[in-house]
């Protein structure tokens, strides 16, 4: 059972009205509580089962100008007033910063939408572990050239978020997260491969049956077997659903406040014109019932909203948290701590459409590394998949690099796919670009 919220909200309460009469002039707190379970088998055997209780309380101060932050798992009133008093010292010996401090209070949200995310899961841990190791065994089942296995995992997860300032505001709400994650290896006389697949939910009567999940990490690793490299050459490329995000995230960090601050991005200075193709268009919609990235408010404390960040190509609007806002002289957007589910709008073809229309080229499923340089936009990750011809999968690929340039790449993206990805915080189908250069021998 979580902690009673109105308990959870007197201490939150206690610590703002605390920090002020030790000499806060402002002051922001937030609790996280949460109870979890996890299972891992191996080979049909019991690999590790945690239960966790976790607890957290954080303060920011500030003192005209100053900031200072501690935090601690001890709620006692012993424990809060040393950790007030921790980030007070800490505020005293800070510098000096003209932007730090509370978001308007105008700003801040007043009616709390119920977007469905609190579904806790009463299953046991013998249940739980009974499901991974059914979900294992059938991955095994599904072919016979699946000869080992990382493991199956099942984990349930139940929490409360809340924050509160003194511009008298404190509001939280619960959520739920819920996983089944199988990762097997496969094996022939050309070698041995790994992959595997999961589902996650807010709920976990709506996760992907067991024998979806099995069979799906059984296709996806069994598929990798005889992969072959390839030489080098520029042709179009398909990102699968789940590693097109990435793709977006580089977006995300490109137009978020901090980097633009900094002057480190390759999209500095680029509001209203044109970044994407013409057809495409991206969202952030943080109120979607049951989806992962929902949140009614910000850790700032200010309301979420849906809004268009790109419109037919075009940049719209930046992503600012209440800080990097003053730092740039603009008003916050509601995405201190990152976006809402950020949604790329889907076209009209799914995965096998868009590899018959592509006839030739390279289907990304998987990527390796970080080779992105977010000042230039260079881009270049290794990564693994299969090459396409006439329109079919013709064999598959590992141990190769994928190059581009992002401004090139956004401008170049000749479709997003129906087969949006739900299981993250970037709803996003897979995405063909018009040309790439790729190599590996």
Excluded at 3 to 13: G, P, Q, R
Excluded at 89 to 96: L, W
Excluded at 171 to 191: F, L
Excluded at 317 to 323: I, K
């Amino acid at each position: 059972m979580l902690d009673n919220e109105d308990n959870l909200k007197n201490i939150i309460d206690f610590v703002l009205t605390g920090s002020k009469k030790m000499g806060a002039t402002a002051a922001e707190a937030d609790i996280g509580v949460g109870i979890g379970l996890s299972a891992n088998v191996r080979k049909g055997q019991i690999d590790k089962l945690e239960y966790e209780r976790e607890k957290g309380l954080s303060v920011t101060l500030y003192i005209d100008g100053k900031k200072g932050s501690a935090s601690t798992s001890d709620f006692s009133d012993t424990a809060l007033k040393n950790t007030m008093e921790a980030a007070i010292n800490i505020a005293k010996h800070s510098s000096h910063d003209q932007h730090a401090g509370l978001v308007d209070k105008k700003f801040m949200a007043k009616d709390i939408p119920d977007l469905d995310l609190y579904h806790p899961s009463l299953i046991s841990a013998e249940e739980a572990i009974e499901l991974a190791i059914k979900c294992e065994k059938s991955a095994f089942e599904h072919d016979d050239r699946i000869s080992n296995s990382d493991g199956s995992i099942v984990s349930t997860y139940s929490g409360i978020n809340l924050y509160g300032n003194s511009n008298d505001f404190i509001n939280g709400w619960r959520w739920s997260n819920h996983m089944i994650d199988c990762t097997v290896i496969a094996e022939d006389k050309s070698g041995m491969q790994r992959d595997g697949w999961y589902t996650k939910s807010c709920d976990f009567n709506e996760l992907e049956s067991i024998k979806h999940i099995s069979k799906e990490a059984a296709r996806r690793t069994v598929g990798r077997l005889g992969a072959r490299k390839l030489g080098t050459s520029e042709v179009p490329v398909i990102f699968e659903a789940p590693v097109a995000s990435g793709l977006f995230s580089a977006f995300i960090t490109a137009i978020s406040g901090s980097s633009l601050y900094r002057r480190a991005s390759f999209l500095l200075d680029k509001k209203g014109e044109e970044v994407f193709a013409n057809h495409v268009n991206i969202s952030e919609n943080p109120h979607l019932k049951k989806a992962l990235g929902s949140a009614p408010f910000d850790n700032d404390g200010v309301a979420t909203k849906e809004r268009c960040l790109i419109e037919n190509g075009v940049l719209k609007d930046y992503v600012l948290s209440g800080y990097s806002a003053r730092k740039l002289g603009l008003e916050t957007t509601g995405n201190a701590g990152g976006v809402h589910n950020l949604t790329i709008d889907a076209g009209e073809n799914n995965l096998s459409e868009m590899i018959k229309n592509m006839n030739n080229g390279l289907l990304i499923t998987d990527m390796i590394g970080f080779g992105i340089n977010q000042i230039t936009g260079d881009y270049s990750r290794g990564a693994s998949g299969f090459w396409i011809e006439n329109g079919e999968i013709a064999f598959p690929v590992e141990e190769i690099t994928v190059a581009g340039n992002l401004i090139d790449m956004y401008k170049n993206i000749i479709c997003v796919g129906n087969d949006v990805d739900k299981r993250g915080n970037i709803l996003t189908g897979s995405v063909m670009i018009d040309k790439m250069v790729i190599a590996g021998k």
